[in-house]
C-alpha cells in the first residue's frame, strides 16, 4: 500500500510565500514523475507543476515565476515552493505521483489535498 501524506498549507496575505511538502510512504520500487495539481471552489482541478525523476520540470502559465517544484528522491518527497501569492492561488492543492510499487504495479496516487488561501 501506498500512501501521500501533504503538508504546510495555510493562511498567507497576498504577496507572502508558503511552501508544501508531500511525502510518499509504503511498498514504493520507484516513483515517477510527482506533481501538485490544484482545485478552487467551482473549477475544476488543474495542473499547477510537475517534475520528472530527473528533474525535468513544467509549470501551468499562471504560475511561472513565482512557484517552484523540487523533488527529493532518497526521501521519496516533493516540494512547492509558492512565493508572490494571489488571492487566485487559494485552492485545496493536491499532490500526486506515478508510482511503480514493489509489486511492480504502476499506479497513480494522490494524497489528500492541503488548503492554501491568500487573503488579506
Not at 467551482?42 to 517552484?68: C, H, M, P, W
Request: glycine residues 10%; contains cysteine; positive net charge.
Amino acid at each position: 500500500q501506498v500512501q501521500l501524506v501533504e503538508s504546510g498549507g495555510g493562511l498567507v496575505q497576498p504577496g507572502g510565500s508558503l511552501r508544501l511538502s508531500c511525502a510518499a510512504s509504503g511498498s514504493i520500487f520507484r516513483i515517477n514523475t510527482m506533481g501538485w495539481y490544484r482545485q478552487a471552489p467551482g473549477k475544476q482541478r488543474e495542473l499547477v507543476a510537475d517534475i520528472t525523476r530527473r528533474g525535468s520540470t513544467n509549470y501551468a502559465d499562471s504560475v511561472k515565476g513565482r512557484f517552484t517544484i523540487s523533488r527529493d528522491n532518497a526521501k521519496n518527497t516533493v516540494y512547492l515552493q509558492m512565493n508572490s501569492l494571489k488571492p487566485e492561488d487559494t485552492a485545496v492543492y493536491y499532490c500526486n505521483a506515478d508510482i511503480i510499487t514493489k509489486a511492480i504495479m504502476s499506479a497513480d496516487y494522490w494524497g489528500q489535498g492541503t488548503q492554501v488561501t491568500v487573503s488579506s
